[in-house]
């Protein structure tokens, strides 16, 4: 029976080859997101970003251009100026 080291997910997570595949996954989520909010784009002031950590990556709907409002256009709204809407869910959608 193999043994797995208490430490192996940190040595493996520092490997430089993880660290890269990590950030191009979330690349490629973040094109995928782009496209599908792009669809859904009323104002075009709401826009995908990644940021690179240390270890990982993080794909995230950024509307401080505009009414920031990213929870809303992710996930809808019941009600509120507008109406209510559905959610775009570019970002789960997109993984």
Known sequence: MATVYANTDDI???????????????????????????????????RITVTRGSLDAFVSLDDTRGDHAAAAIEFGRSGGRGGATQGVHALSRAF
């Open 12 to 46: 493996v997570a520092h490997l430089p080859g993880v660290k890269a595949e990590v950030y191009a996954t979330a690349q490629k989520g973040a094109g995928r997101a782009e496209g599908i909010l792009a669809a859904h784009r009323y104002s075009g002031a709401s």
